[in-house]
């Protein structure tokens, strides 16, 4: 019952993080520069304050022209955590479990004409 609620935390943040990233974007029709920055999530240089426990492993702006964002987070007491990453992409406006942004595209393939 606690790995639920840790997962919980994190998918709350993440989530929370993605309506603030995209509240800045309506403000300035741009997203902001993304860094997680030793488990901290900053936004345009301020720093996203979350659930403790809950630490942000990546976060970078994707697509063409950077018009889409995924960051990626854990749980520090979940059981092996490294292998439990979750993350929120926007193109997709989904949650996906143990995947990092790197390996998650929005975009569906094209399948090569044979």
Do not use: K, M
């Amino acid at each position: 019952q606690r790995e639920r609620a840790w997962q919980s935390a994190v998918e709350s943040d993440l989530r929370n993080a993605a309506i603030e990233i995209e509240t800045a974007y309506t403000a300035d029709l741009s997203y902001p520069v993304l860094a997680d920055t030793g488990g901290t999530l900053s936004l345009g240089g301020v720093d996203f304050v979350g659930t403790e426990g809950v630490t942000f492993v990546a976060a970078e702006l994707i697509g063409t022209a950077n018009q889409q964002f995924c960051i990626a987070a854990q749980h520090d007491s979940a059981p092996g955590a490294a292998g439990t990453l979750t993350e929120f992409h926007s193109g997709t406006g989904g949650i996906n479990r143990g995947e990092g942004c790197g390996t998650t595209t929005a975009e569906p393939e094209v399948p090569e004409e044979g």
